[in-house]
């Protein structure tokens, strides 16, 4: 499968939707099916190809490790931050239990 | 009509009020916004405020910079302090950012008068301005098609006389295919040259703010006025630009220019299109450039690689919309099930499709096959682009294969919407610059763009490529 031949399945996008967080209803799973197999068809022209011996790109520009001074500077105002999230309390943001009580 | 150059040396004379410029704009706005809706909000307040500002500057004799009294339209991608950012998303909808984008910091401080938040393809995905959660932008030259995306928004602002200069990004083509398709000048700057703080990441080894305006100079201007480093992006290049400005008249006599052949015969490139990129390249002759024909021949791959790298990069960057720190929440039981739900509610379907397409090409045992080979693939294209700026200074295909296209013509087909894009992408993979200029008109009178590239940082030369153009566009 690792030559990206196979035809992506329906098991493959529940399997993605997971690992991406998204609750998909059955019909987008139907439609991403489709829509994914179409694309990657397309993609099969790179697949394809035999590039053994070039190097990948990342990123266009040469830099490496950008760094500040360690200078203390402004950051944003805390109580701005907060007023924008869902829920907060108590100065940090707010989320439904992470640990299973049990 | 360079009406930004205009109204600055204007403004800053004294001759016009900074105030009376926006009324005159916000006027335009009235009468046809609600038929193109270029904006998810216009700033009218806020504006009239700013523009009266810069007015107070000029009166106790200082000068408000070289954009006094200007008004531009922000892609809502861009953060604005204080001022709803939606990214034409529902995950984002009543979000307001607690800073501001460095870019709108400096066309503020260059005496800017910011005129509203224009509408975009959610998160800057698409190619039609269609895939936004709050409606379409319809194109000001004819409201029955697109105005091209992702930038539309902006690029129909502009079109229509709403402000005229305006901001977008580009990560395969957002800036040109719709200043192609609306008949305005739009810019993609060398990777690096503007700072991207404040801009809502979509593919950062790909994203890039620029501009667009009615002519080259206004151009010009606002990327003069944006471009730079910035301590607070580590991806700026640190190298401070050569100013547009001054250099923009000098003529292309004995530049080189190369016609790439794999984009002139791309697939689905209109006759009409092709025809304007021919007469394009005999303008330039005639004022003294040669042109031959160039082979680029790794661009045919350009797509695809773009296609598995862009939506890779969007699927960790929109990672973060997760309903803890801004945004949409929709409720559950467990942080898991309110993330996926958050998202499913609050992502449209193009998003969907490309968070899933970047996941999978990034998941175990598919990695190597596409992400990687999309990754050496880029470097082919780099390698190809190297050798024709060895023989070449510029060079010029079509912007977008079409002119603009009717609503709805490529919503049910995503291949055939993401081929829009085949000539502008290979610009985003290697990094350089690129800007479409309007060169005539093709079918159904509509405006037809020609893209000239240039190698990275090579954007004076690229500048005055496109003033040679726009000098003898008819």
């Given at each position: 499968m690792t030559d990206g031949s196979a035809p992506i399945t329906r098991a493959d996008v529940e399997h993605v939707a997971r690992l991406a967080r998204l609750a998909l209803t059955d019909a987008e799973v139907e439609r991403l099916t489709a829509d994914l197999a179409a694309v990657l068809d397309h993609a099969a022209d790179v697949a394809a190809l035999d590039l053994d011996g070039?190097?990948?790109?990342?990123?266009?520009?040469?830099?490496?490790?950008?760094?500040?001074?360690?200078?203390?500077?402004?950051?944003?105002?805390?109580?701005?931050?907060?007023?924008?999230?869902?829920?907060?309390?108590?100065?940090?943001?707010?989320?439904?239990?992470?640990?299973?009580p049990s | 009509m360079s009406a930004a150059t205009e109204i600055a040396a204007a403004v800053r004379a004294g001759r016009r009020t900074a105030r009376d410029v926006l009324e005159e704009?916000?006027?335009?706005?009235?009468?046809?916004?609600?038929?193109?809706?270029?904006?998810?909000?216009?700033?009218?307040?806020?504006?009239?405020?700013?523009?009266?500002?810069?007015?107070?500057?000029?009166?106790?004799?200082?000068?408000?910079?070289?954009?006094?009294?200007?008004?531009?339209?922000?892609?809502?991608?861009?953060?604005?302090?204080?001022?709803?950012?939606?990214?034409?998303?529902?995950?984002?909808?009543?979000?307001?950012?607690?800073?501001?984008?460095?870019?709108?910091?400096?066309?503020?401080?260059?005496?800017?008068?910011?005129?509203?938040?224009?509408?975009?393809?959610?998160?800057?995905?698409?190619?039609?301005?269609?895939?936004s959660a709050f409606g379409p932008t319809r194109n000001p030259r004819d409201v029955s098609r697109v105005p091209g995306g992702s930038s539309g928004g902006s690029a129909a602002a502009v079109a229509a006389g709403f402000a005229p200069l305006a901001l977008g990004s580009d990560t395969g083509g957002s800036i040109r295919q719709p200043a192609a398709l609306c008949g305005t000048v739009g810019v993609k700057p060398t990777y690096g040259a503007v700072s991207r703080y404040g801009l809502v990441a979509f593919a950062s080894s790909l994203d890039q703010i620029g501009p667009f305006a009615g002519s080259v100079a206004d151009a010009a201007l606002l990327l003069d006025v944006i471009a730079g480093p910035d301590p607070l992006d580590s991806t700026s290049s640190p190298r401070v630009p050569a100013a547009l400005g001054p250099g923009l008249r000098d003529g292309v006599a004995g530049l080189r220019v190369g016609l790439i052949d794999e984009l002139v015969d791309a697939e689905g490139v209109e006759p009409e299109v092709r025809d304007a990129v021919s007469r394009a390249a005999a303008a330039l002759e005639a004022a003294g450039a040669t042109v031959e024909r160039v082979s680029v021949p790794s661009v045919v791959y350009g797509l695809s690689a773009y296609y598995l790298i862009a939506p890779a990069e969007a699927s960790s960057n929109l990672a973060r919309y997760d309903g803890v720190r801004y945004g949409l929440r929709v409720d559950g039981d467990d942080v898991a099930t309110m993330n996926a739900r958050t998202r499913d509610v609050g992502f449209g379907p193009e998003v969907k499709r490309r968070i899933m397409l970047g996941t999978y090409a990034l998941s175990a045992g598919y990695y190597d096959a596409y992400y990687g080979k999309a990754q050496r693939v880029r470097t082919l294209i780099t390698r190809d682009f190297a050798r024709a700026y060895e023989r070449f200074d510029a060079l010029l295909s079509p912007t977008s294969p079409t002119v603009a296209f009717p609503l709805g013509a490529k919503a049910d087909n995503p291949l055939a919407m993401y081929l829009s894009d085949v000539c502008t992408i290979p610009t985003n993979l290697a990094g350089h610059a690129a800007a479409s200029v309007p060169f005539g008109t093709g079918r159904d009178g509509l405006p037809v763009g020609v893209q000239v590239l240039v190698d990275a940082e090579q954007e004076p030369t690229m500048f005055r490529v496109m003033q040679a153009l726009e000098e003898r566009a008819s």
């Open positions: 070039v190097p990948p790109t990342a990123h266009p520009l040469p830099l490496r490790n950008v760094l500040r001074d360690d200078a203390v500077r402004p950051s944003l105002d805390r109580d701005e931050v907060l007023a924008a999230a869902p829920v907060a309390e108590d100065g940090r943001f707010r989320v439904p239990r992470i640990l299973d | 704009h916000l006027a335009r706005i009235d009468a046809r916004e609600s038929e193109v809706h270029a904006f998810n909000l216009v700033l009218a307040d806020e504006a009239r405020a700013a523009a009266d500002a810069v007015d107070a500057l000029v009166a106790s004799g200082a000068d408000p910079g070289p954009l006094a009294g200007v008004p531009v339209a922000l892609k809502d991608n861009l953060c604005t302090r204080g001022v709803p950012t939606t990214c034409s998303s529902r995950i984002l909808a009543g979000w307001r950012p607690p800073y501001d984008a460095t870019v709108v910091q400096r066309v503020v401080a260059a005496g800017g008068v910011v005129a509203g938040k224009t509408n975009l393809d959610e998160f800057a995905m698409g190619s039609s301005t269609e895939n």
